[in-house]
C-alpha cells in the first residue's frame, strides 16, 4: 500500500522541485520514497516511468553512478525515418593530442630528413598504399579500411581543435573558451545522435567511454558536451579510466609521460561498471518491487503533476534493465572476457576500450565515441619518435586490429562504420622545443589523416593527398563538416534533420556532405 506523507514530512523540500515523497510498505518492509525525475513531455510513457521511478526505493548499489548518468531524453525520433545507406552504427575512435600523419598513415620517404622523421614505410595488404613501420597488424588490414588523408581545418590550438572534430564545425562559435566547455559552443556529434536516435535496451542512443577528455591542469576539454542543445542532452560519459595529471598512454602496460617516458603505477586501475544487485535482494524480488508500479499509479495529484512538468532522469529506467538484462549487464563486465581475446586487445585501456565498445554494438548503441588516450596523450611535442614506437602505437595497433577482426567474425563490420582521427595532425618540419632533449612536431590543423572502416566503405581506398612535405592537401580536401556529415548518414539520419537549442531556434544538422568515394 502507500501513503502520501504530510506537509511536515516533506519539510524542507523546495516547492519549485515539485516532488513528490511517498511511503510505501512491501511484505512488511516500509520505506519512504523521493520521486524526482518524471515523464517528459515527449519521452516514455507514464508507466515506464513510475517503473524507473521505483529504483528510488530499491537501494541499488552501483559505482559509478555519475557515469552512467544521463541527463534528457531522446526526442521524438523512435519514428525517425532512415536514409539510404549500408551503416547502422558507428564508432568513432578519438586520440586526443594530435595522431602525427607523418609518424602513421600518411609518411614522406622522399622528403628531406627534418620533414620524413625516423620511421620507415612499410606495404600493406593494398596494393599501393604504405604506412608506418611501427603498425604491422593494421597494414596486414589496409585492404579493410581507407584513408582520408586531406582533412583540413583552420585551428591549432588543442581546445578548439577538440572542439571542431567533435562537433564536426570548423567555425569556432561566439564566446568560445579554450579554457572551459560552455553553453554557447556547438553540441558534440555525440549529444546530437543521442537526441536524435531512439534508445534500445534501456541504453543510450550515443555515449562515450572510457571518460571525459581533460587537460593536464584537470579543466574539461570543450566540444565533447551538448553546449547550445541544452546541459540536458549532455553525453553519456562511461568514465572507468581515473584521470591523472601526470599519466598518458595505454595504462597500464603502456603508462608513460611525455617528457620522462616509461611509468609504473600500480594504483592506476580500468573501473569498468559494476552492476549488482543489493546484497539479499533476488532478481525475482527485483522485479517484485518494480511491480509496485500498479500501485504507484494511484497515487497523488502531486506525482501526476510531477511527472507532467518536470525533466526524466534515463539514468534511473536504465538502472532496471542494467541489472535485470543479462546481455546488458554482461557488455560491462570484463570478467567474462576469455584471457586470448584480452590478449589480442592488450591488456590495456586501449583493449579494454575497445572490448566493452564491440560489446555495448551488439546490446543496440548506435554511436560510441572511444578516447584512445587522455590527458592528450598524442600530443608529440617533443620525444616523438620513442613515444610513439614505445608507448602508443603499438597497443592503438593492436586493439584497433583486433576490433577490425571481431566486428568482421561478429558480422557486425558491415553494418557498422569505424572513425579514427584526432584534433589535428603535426607540423611538417620536425623541431625541438627549448629545454626538451628529444625533438617532436607542433600542432598542425592544416593536415591529418582520418582512418574509416566498415558499414561499406571501400577497404584499400585512399582519398586526397597533401605535397611532398605533408603540410597541406593538394587534392580532395575534406573539412569535418564533411566528416560528420558521413556519421550522421551511416546513422541513417536524414539530411533535411535539424536540432533546436533551448530558445527553439532550429539548426541544420548537417553542415557539409558526406565524404564523396568511400563507399
Not at 2 to 30: D, F, H, K, M, N
Not at 269 to 282: E, K, R, S, V, Y
Amino acid at each position: 500500500m502507500y501513503t502520501e506523507l504530510g506537509q511536515s514530512s516533506r519539510a524542507g523540500i523546495p516547492a519549485r522541485e515539485r516532488r513528490a515523497l511517498v511511503s510505501l510498505t512491501c511484505r512488511g518492509e516500509r520505506t519512504n520514497v523521493l520521486f524526482m525525475q518524471p515523464l517528459p513531455p515527449h519521452g516514455l510513457s507514464r508507466r515506464q516511468a513510475i517503473q524507473a521511478g521505483a529504483i528510488g526505493l530499491l537501494g541499488l548499489g552501483m559505482n559509478h553512478l555519475s557515469a552512467l548518468e544521463a541527463l534528457g531524453v531522446p526526442s521524438a525520433a523512435s519514428g525517425l525515418p532512415r536514409s539510404a545507406g549500408r551503416a547502422k552504427s558507428v564508432v568513432y575512435l578519438f586520440l586526443s593530442g594530435g595522431l602525427a600523419q607523418h609518424e602513421s598513415f600518411d609518411m614522406k620517404p622522399d622528403a628531406p630528413l627534418e620533414f620524413r622523421g625516423e620511421f620507415k614505410p612499410i606495404s600493406t595488404s593494398a596494393d599501393g598504399i604504405q604506412i608506418c613501420e611501427h603498425l604491422p597488424m593494421l597494414a596486414k588490414r589496409a585492404h579493410k579500411y581507407a584513408l582520408v588523408r586531406s582533412l583540413t581545418h583552420p585551428s591549432n590550438d588543442h581546445s578548439g581543435a577538440h572542439h571542431i572534430m567533435l562537433t564536426g564545425r570548423s567555425e569556432i562559435p561566439l564566446g568560445f573558451d579554450p579554457a572551459k566547455p560552455k553553453g554557447s559552443d556547438w553540441p558534440s556529434m555525440v549529444s546530437l545522435a543521442g537526441s536524435l536516435l531512439p534508445a534500445r535496451n534501456n541504453l543510450p542512443p550515443a555515449l562515450v567511454l572510457p571518460d571525459k577528455l581533460q587537460h593536464r591542469e584537470g579543466r574539461f576539454i570543450p566540444g565533447q558536451f551538448a553546449g547550445q542543445l541544452g546541459k540536458q542532452s549532455d553525453p553519456w560519459f562511461l568514465e572507468m579510466a581515473p584521470y591523472h595529471p601526470q599519466h598518458y598512454g595505454a595504462f597500464p602496460e603502456y603508462l608513460f609521460h611525455h617528457e620522462k617516458g616509461a611509468l609504473v603505477d600500480r594504483s592506476v586501475l580500468f573501473q569498468a561498471p559494476h552492476l549488482a544487485l543489493p546484497q539479499g535482494i533476488t532478481r525475482d524480488r527485483l522485479l517484485d518491487r518494480v511491480a509496485l508500479r500498479q500501485t504507484l499509479e494511484g497515487q497523488t495529484r502531486l506525482l501526476n503533476q510531477s511527472i507532467e512538468d518536470t525533466t526524466f532522469d534515463r539514468y534511473r529506467e536504465a538502472a532496471v534493465s542494467l541489472i535485470t538484462n543479462g546481455s546488458v549487464r554482461d557488455a560491462f563486465d570484463l570478467s567474462l572476457v576469455a584471457p586470448e581475446v584480452m590478449e589480442r586487445y592488450g591488456n590495456n585501456s586501449f583493449g579494454w576500450s575497445l572490448i566493452m565498445a564491440r560489446r555495448l554494438l551488439e546490446t543496440g548503441v548506435r554511436l560510441i565515441q572511444v578516447n584512445l588516450g587522455n590527458n592528450e596523450s598524442w600530443d608529440t611535442h617533443q620525444a616523438l619518435f620513442p613515444n610513439l614506437k614505445d608507448f602508443l602505437l603499438p597497443p592503438m595497433d593492436r586493439a584497433v586490429s583486433a576490433f577490425f577482426d571481431d566486428l568482421e567474425a561478429s558480422g557486425l563490420m558491415s553494418e557498422t562504420l569505424v572513425v579514427m582521427g584526432s584534433e589535428f595532425g603535426r607540423t611538417p618540419k620536425i623541431t625541438t622545443l627549448p629545454g626538451a632533449k628529444l625533438p617532436g612536431r607542433d600542432h598542425w590543423g592544416a593536415s591529418q589523416t582520418v582512418l574509416l572502416a566498415g558499414g561499406g566503405v571501400r577497404g584499400g581506398t585512399v582519398i586526397g593527398a597533401t605535397d611532398k612535405k605533408g603540410g597541406y592537401p593538394i587534392s580532395e580536401p575534406q573539412k569535418p563538416e564533411n566528416l560528420a556529415a558521413t556519421i550522421y548518414q551511416a546513422l541513417g539520419i536524414p539530411h533535411t534533420m535539424e536540432w533546436h537549442d533551448p530558445l527553439q531556434r532550429p539548426h541544420s544538422l548537417y553542415q557539409g556532405q558526406p565524404i564523396p568515394g568511400l563507399t
